[in-house]
């Protein structure tokens, strides 16, 4: 949560070390689901 500054919102994403963390489902208060994908994975998708 430090690393994004704020609430994050569906579709936001951040990457911290070796990954890529991306909110998939999301509400006012709460990440309900979030998809962690390894850095050389999420580089492909970017």
């Known amino acids: 949560?430090?690393?994004?500054?704020?609430?994050?919102?569906?579709?936001?994403?951040?990457?911290?070390?070796h990954y890529l963390f991306k909110v998939l489902n999301a509400d006012n208060r709460t990440i309900r689901l979030l998809e962690v994908i390894p850095q050389k994975h999420a580089q492909l998708e970017l």
Not at 1 to 17: A, Q, T
């Open 1 to 17: 949560m430090n690393h994004f500054g704020h609430l994050p919102e569906r579709d936001e994403s951040v990457r911290i070390g």
